[in-house]
């Protein structure tokens, strides 16, 4: 027997060398191409489309490929509508961190206008006003930012101005309350018959309706009827964008439209007014046309002697001012200001709502039609304020007060006792009289 023992040359081991280390990169290919797929397979199980949560599997935009195509199976139809689920809830939550955020922006806001007006009041300079009219006043307001304006409607004297930065120095947007000057001006300027209907886009409306109402569509139709001129013009009759001339520092002259809008008729776009230019322009609508200078009685001598100081006599014929009042009162007895109601006296007035730098809500007023006594003007601002709110606050300063000025059935006019801000001087104010011409 023959045995025969075979060695590997050097060249056959270089070969089966090779072979083996080929064998080997091959493997570690492979385990690397394994190791990149499940690292995939890894982002797609945490991460779906836009980042939304996938529990495992192919992603959120893999998944809704093959549900488009019909190809999903009932596991992945699960993990698809699992996902979308996590979406939804994701965006829900985003959405509503969002709407927290607003919130407290706002909240911010509205305590900070807040704090601006309850300072502004505390700093107020109340010597010669009636504090019985004041505390009311502040009462009525409630501690929103507004201000209150308080004056006698037959001379121009003033019984207390709560907020007097905001009432003299703040102009704001007029919005409805501007009305009352657009009617007017219609009247006097013959564009409409105030006995019929006036037609707009979307209907028709009476005058008085449509102050009671505060229908916009009507005081475009009138505004486009008068043009920019006349209408700023009467503006400018009643005070608009000039300084009442009031006793007391600060005032500011606010401003009239630069140029013709229809919402300048309806909503005061370009306007920018005071709560005291309202109360003067409120006060000559109510005693027929005298617009006079507001004052504050500084002493008590001042006071039981009051002289008013007429500014200017506005034309307006007895027929047109009945007109106007006949709307205003509207407004309160079944229109946009109910909450103005005052059973001791009828109230007649105009409220406005809408936006400037924030929501403004407006209430521009006297009682009683039959014999106008007090001018109440309330202008507040932050969210949800509105018209019928300020109404609302100018309803309670006439419950409050009103009583002590109208005559009673006796035929008595009952007198308030005002005191300085030291208190150190009481005084009787002197009984309501119907305007002078200044001497």
Known sequence: MVFVIATLLPHESAIAGKRKAKAASKSSKTSSKNSRQVAKADRNSKKGRKGKQVDNGPSLAALAKLERKGKLSKADKRKLASARAEARRREIARQAAIRAARERAIRAHEEALKNLATNNILNDETAGEDLVVRQAAIEALGGKAGTVVVMDATNGRVYSIVNQKMALASPVKPCSTVKPIVSLAALQENVFDPNVEVNFRGGSMTLTDAVARSNNPFFQELGRRLGYDRVVRY?????????????????????????????????????????????????????????????????????????????????????????????????????????????????????????????????????????????????????????????????????????????????????????????????????????????
């Open 235 to 439: 503006a400018q009759q009643f005070g608009f964008g000039q300084t009442t001339g009031v006793n007391l520092p600060g005032e500011d002259p606010g401003f009239v439209p630069e140029e013709f809008s229809t919402l300048m008729s309806s909503h005061g776009d370009g306007f920018g007014v005071t709560a005291m230019q309202l109360s003067s322009f409120t006060a000559a609508i109510a005693n027929g046309g005298n617009l006079f200078v507001p004052r504050v009685p500084k002493t008590s001598q001042e006071a039981t002697n009051f002289k008013p100081q007429l500014r200017r006599k506005i034309d307006m014929t007895p027929e047109n001012r009945l007109r106007m009042l006949a709307g205003m009162a509207g407004t309160v007895n079944y229109g946009t200001g109910k909450a103005a109601f005052d059973p001791v006296g009828q109230v007649a007035g105009k409220t406005g709502t809408c936006t400037d730098r924030d929501k403004l809500g407006l209430f521009t007023s006297f009682n009683s039609v039959d014999n106008p006594k007090l001018v109440v003007t309330v202008i507040t601002t932050g969210r949800g304020e509105a018209g019928k709110k300020a109404a609302d606050i100018a309803g309670r300063v006439y419950r409050a007060i009103s009583y002590r000025f109208l005559r009673e059935p006796g035929g008595v006019v009952t007198a308030s006792t005002a005191t300085n801000v030291t208190g150190e001087t009481k005084a009787k104010l002197p009984a309501v009289t119907s305007p002078e011409e200044p001497k």
